[in-house]
């Protein structure tokens, strides 16, 4: 590839945009990556902000074209399945695939984005310059404005790339331009996190599962760490007699979590410490259209499409765009006015396509993983798997273990429960014909 292309500008030096300037940079390209934060390998995390990764099978197809996922996947937990905690009795474990052996993986978000930063800025090309947040920007010049320690700067590029989260300040300066359009649809429903420590230096709970707590009207999930202790994260309502609102006193905090999570008031000394000063988090769908502005502007992971966290596919689905935008770009001879629209015709179906999944497991996990209806379906589920492989295959399997697209995913599973349906009908009809006949016979 050239070397003389023009400077790429990419907003946001998270998780998708590190990747991304590790795509570009490989294509040739010279890449300014700007971060609002200051640089987090050197930094303080931020307290309750670090929700770990379910890091599946799309995600590891990006690194995999850089050459980083044994690196990542070298302090990766696999878990293999759902561990249901109920509120009496003990826990009951569902296996994600049929033949078991199938794992997402958990990972922490941190480490991950310290990974592909390092990958990003040992290429040649790539600079990064932190503690800089964007003000302003015109799409039809490429020229942006930061705020930054020293005071605002100018800098300008052929193409600027927004992948700086749900938040987007690219957004937010398309939408003051009058470029895009956006919705907003945030759930009444927040997340906390807290914290299971090792007992003895060992998991205090399985490692290979991700335990779910489903309480109908809230839920909580905990993710294994490779330091042996768990990240758990407590989804609740905001507002409410039930909500994060109505908990103040250490006393009251203690009677909820004893009358409805029981077995994790033992294993969380810092409960009350945890619930009192982590903050409580959003959770929202973000629609954004267009997803680029004259060829030279474009949106991608987060900052065009953001999902709530519950089918894990967040960090993953944003990775596949930095995949099908590569793959865009070599389709189209690198003209980048021809493959920012076609990257948002391609992607922005699969995008709407997962996010209805997402709100569709939110129920799912919270309301159904318990009830022996859901684990009987499961059951057939796995059952139809192993008589019909490689013809039927479960939605959780398509979406974690394959890069399926999610549209196609959506449509095939539909097919697949029509015919289900369809053969369950039949054998319904065939039982009561059978039923009829043997009455026939006794009569004669």
Partial sequence: MSTEREEIAVVGAGLAGCLLACFLARRGYPVALYERRPDPRTGKVERGRSINLALSERGLDALRRIGLDQQVMADALPMRGRMIHPVEGEPQFQSYSVSGDRAINSISRGALNNALLDAATALPGVRIAFDHRLVGLDPTTGEMTFETPQGKVTETASVVLGADGAGSAVRGQLLAYGAVTESLDFLDYGYKELTIPPIG???????GALHIWPRGTSMMIALPNPDRSFTCTLFWPTHGTQSFASLGSPAAIETYFATHYPDLVPLAPNLVDDYQHNPVGVLGTVRCTPWQ???R??????????????YGQGANCAFEDVVELDRCLDECGDQWASALPLFQHRRQANAEAIARMALTNFVEMRDKVASPVFQTRKKIEHALERALPGR??????LVSFSTTPYAEVRRRVRRQYGVVGAVAAGA???????AAALGRGRRG
Wanted: proline share 5%; aromatic share 10%; net charge negative.
């Fill in 392 to 397: 039927y295959v479960s939605q959780y399997e």
């Fill in 297 to 310: 502007v474009g949106l991608l992971g987060d900052a065009a499409h953001a999902i709530v966290p519950f």
């Fill in 201 to 207: 230096g060992e998991f205090a709970l399985d490692p």
């Fill in 293 to 295: 502005v004259a060829g």
């Fill in 428 to 434: 319904l009809v065939a039982l009561a014909g059978a």
